[in-house]
């Protein structure tokens, strides 16, 4: 094997005159800002605190923009959602010392929905012996310093997907750019990069960074693998299939609906794959993987495929699901692979398994397979029709009546969430996100900022209740101050017993508010979500979770 080849590796007469012919003054700070910029970066989230020094100056050298919200952890959900509908590794920039900490919880839920969000902190000190920087030569545990905090990176890193340490100037461009890398390596995840502060603050001799080509790995299936997957699909008598957020992450959606239609298996997508399967197609089951009927369905089929999915508590009626069939798994987090349920585990992108699939499968026939889709879905409006909710499910219908096709939505863990997760057609993939790793109350608004950064030209619906509002409510004047287009729906159910006036408090920010009814509910929506930046809804009503719907 030779590694001859013809790659250019000259540089460019521009790129040698910039390495030649420096700006004067530049930092630490510039070489990491000039490496996000060269590797595609173009918005930074950040928060107050002690972020990196000089960062704001170096962002502005370089024409990046920076979004920055009122706390860490609400920074940290807007890189998450710019992650999650750009696809891009969104960088996020966090206080030094303890206040990093407060990205834990928006970092763990990055990690939960493999969202590519590439944090960096500046510590307090370096770490190590004789890295102290000046007047500091001794190891970072025996200091004593203000914002200490000895070990960070060992925090983090029982959280993101990798950890990447620097101690002197000339690390920070590799180190971003291998931490780039990581985030957007099929699983994407959150990444960690430390940087001690006096590398960040002392002038530089690094020239200036205009490289920063990387090539995330892709992750095809293993061959032999392919091979028994498609011929127990092709032999099954009774297939199904269970669609995660892999394969929205992996833009599969079309291949997955070829498949389907291929060896006629009814399809179910998960609360993280909403949108990932047409809902009214003949052989969609929808979202309602928890309900008992489309349970006993899954369970009885003798080839399950689960695809893009960990079959974690949501997705498998909290531990209840005994599938008595075989089951194939494609997954391309390792660590969740088979962790439920034994299987045909198959570590593999989504996209890439599902072509090695159409490439291998032959057609099956089975006329019978729509008719058992009907009366599964038939069952489920019979089981929510003898319960009385016919006001959460004409809440339901208003925000899908209000909400433009493809505008992104998302959702904090509430009452009207779940029915959402269930009865609500997203109409697209990675239409509709909500908190399913963290599960924080307050991720929606800040969430919903994040992708309204992303993309200015479309609206962007964010859904919390009382509890959920009170914890993102400093955002508003984030909202505010960048003019994004985001509506809030909060429904004011007076949680722990109290509930603030939602649209009093949003017009103290100077953001517009009204307070709506079910009747009016689609309405006044629709025109909030048509007007310009952003704009509050308040929905002052209780609504009921359904019956148990499974089994236990």
């Known amino acids: 094997m030779t590694h001859d080849h013809d790659l250019v590796l000259r540089p460019t007469a521009a790129q040698t005159e910039a390495a030649l012919d420096p700006p004067p003054g530049r930092t630490g700070t510039d070489l990491v800002v000039e490496t996000l910029a060269a590797l595609g970066a173009t918005t930074v989230f950040g928060a107050p605190g002690r972020p990196a020094p000089g960062v704001l100056d170096a962002l502005h050298r370089t024409g990046l923009r920076h979004v920055g919200l009122r706390t860490v ?41 493999s969202a590519p969000v590439l944090a960096i902190g500046g510590q307090v000190t370096g770490a190590g012996p004789g890295h102290g920087g000046p007047g500091h030569p001794r190891d970072l545990s025996e200091l004593r310093e203000l914002r200490e905090l000895p070990d960070r990176d060992g925090v983090f890193r029982g959280v993101v997907k990798s950890v990447h340490p620097v101690r002197t100037q000339s690390q920070i461009p590799s180190a971003i750019a291998e931490a780039w890398t990581s985030a957007l390596t099929v699983p994407h995840g959150p990444v960690w990069v430390d940087v001690p502060r006096h590398v960040l603050l002392a002038e530089t001799p690094v020239p200036v960074v205009t490289g920063g080509d990387t090539f995330p790995e892709e992750l095809p299936p293993r061959p032999e693998l392919t091979a028994v997957a498609a011929d127990l699909l092709g032999r099954a008598e009774r297939p199904a299939i269970v669609a995660g957020g892999g394969v929205v992450r992996a833009d599969a959606s079309g291949k997955l609906r070829q498949l389907a239609e291929r060896i006629q298996a009814p399809v179910v997508t998960t609360s993280g794959g909403k949108g990932a399967f047409p809902w009214t197609h003949p052989l969609s089951l929808r979202s309602w993987s928890a309900d008992r009927h489309t349970a006993e369905l899954l369970e009885d089929a003798d080839v399950l495929l689960v695809i893009g999915s960990g079959l974690g508590e949501l997705s498998s009626g909290v531990g209840t699901f005994e599938p008595r069939g075989r089951i194939v798994q494609i997954q391309a987090d390792l660590g969740k692979l088979e962790s439920h349920h034994p299987a045909l ?54 925000v899908r009546e209000a909400l433009p096709t493809g505008a992104p939505s998302f959702w904090d863990p509430t009452v009207l969430t779940c029915w959402a997760w269930s009865a609500l057609d997203a109409k697209a993939p990675g239409a509709m996100h909500s908190a399913q790793g963290a599960g924080v109350p307050g991720y929606g608004f800040p969430a919903a900022l994040g992708a309204a950064a992303a993309d200015p030209t479309r609206p962007v619906l964010a859904v919390s209740d009382d509890d959920g509002a009170l914890h993102a409510v400093a955002e508003l004047a984030t909202a505010r101050q960048y003019d994004l287009n985001v509506t809030w729906l909060v429904v004011g159910d007076g949680g722990h017993g109290t509930g603030p006036d939602h649209v009093a408090l949003a017009e103290s920010f100077g953001v517009p508010g009204v307070r709506t009814s079910p009747q009016t509910l689609a309405a006044d929506l629709a025109k909030a979500l048509a007007a310009p930046g952003p704009s509050v809804v308040v929905l002052p009503t209780a609504l009921r979770m359904p019956a148990q719907a499974h089994p236990g």
């Open 345 to 398: 585990g198959i570590h593999a992108d989504a996209r890439l398994a599902l072509q090695a699939l159409l490439e291998t499968v032959g057609e099956r026939r089975d006329e019978a397979a729509p008719e058992r889709v009907r009366a599964v879905l038939t069952e489920a409006r019979a089981r929510l029709a003898a319960q009385d909710l016919t006001l959460e499910q004409d809440v339901v219908a208003a």
């Open 73 to 113: 952890c609400d920074a940290g959900f807007a890189a998450d959602a710019y992650g999650r509908v750009t696809g891009e590794a969104a960088p996020l920039l966090v206080p030094s010392g303890p206040g990093a900490l407060a990205a834990l919880a928006a970092l763990q839920e990055a990690r939960a929905a």
